[in-house]
């Protein structure tokens, strides 16, 4: 019944549509949303969620899972980060990969919604060091719609995986597009960070 809800706001009344699809069976990966420049991507991608039907998760420090808000934050798909025993923030997500039987990560590569000339490589290291693949999937406000990409087993080329990735954001807008990482450029220039 909810998705029939979120399929008649989001489609209907918004106007949005999901191209692409997520496998069922591939129980963990990292998911790399891009572009992010808009507090609205959150319920962009909670309408998409809620119509994909599969579990989708995110991370954040432990200290906001208390209650009585970590209750809601859990209920959103949220697992505490806790990067006690200094544990660096690849290796103690990689482990809540390992401990779970169903994990699927949504992480923003650009880190913010500010304007960024580079990538945040943390998801690449995420996907490798959890043996997980990583979906790309993109907010395209342009178009109205979230484009779900090909999944793709991090090979531990960063510069090579990212090159194969990216085109899956090429010509996709986001809600503030003067704040969105710049993919045609970056690829047109060959760099990667």
């Known amino acids: 019944m909810k998705r029939r809800w979120y399929r008649l706001i989001f489609?209907?009344?918004?106007?949005?549509?999901?191209?692409?699809?997520?496998?069922?069976?591939?129980?963990?990966?990292?998911?790399?949303?891009l572009p992010h420049?808009?507090?609205?991507?959150?319920?962009?991608?909670?309408?998409?969620?809620?119509?994909?039907?599969?579990?989708?998760?995110?991370?954040?420090?432990?200290e906001l899972f208390v209650f009585p808000?970590?209750?809601?934050?859990?209920?959103?798909?949220?697992?505490?980060?806790?990067?006690s025993g200094n544990q660096n923030k690849v290796d103690a997500i990689a482990d809540i990969f390992k401990k779970r039987d169903v994990f699927r990560m949504a992480i923003a590569p650009e880190g913010t919604r500010k304007k960024v000339t580079e990538?945040?490589?943390?998801?690449?290291y995420i996907a490798l060091k959890a043996g997980v693949p990583i979906v790309p999937v993109a907010f395209d406000y342009g178009r109205?719609?979230?484009?779900?990409?090909?999944y793709l087993y991090p090979s531990g080329d960063y510069a090579n995986d990212l090159a194969v990735l990216l085109p899956t954001f090429v010509g996709v807008r986001g809600r503030c597009p003067d704040q969105g990482?710049?993919?045609?450029?970056?690829l047109a220039q060959g760099a990667v960070a």
């Not at 109205?144 to 090909?150: A, C, E, L, M």
């Not at 990482?181 to 970056?186: G, I, P, R, S, T």
């Open 181 to 186: 990482f710049d993919v045609a450029q970056f």
């Open 144 to 150: 109205k719609q979230v484009v779900v990409g090909d």
């Open 119 to 124: 990538l945040k490589s943390g998801f690449y």
């Open 37 to 62: 420049t808009s507090w609205h991507d959150f319920y962009i991608g909670l309408f998409a969620r809620g119509i994909i039907g599969l579990e989708m998760h995110y991370v954040a420090k432990k």
């Open 11 to 33: 489609g209907k009344l918004m106007g949005w549509r999901i191209t692409g699809a997520f496998d069922p069976g591939v129980k963990k990966c990292v998911i790399m949303v």
């Open 69 to 83: 808000f970590g209750v809601y934050f859990r209920w959103m798909g949220g697992a505490p980060l806790d990067r």
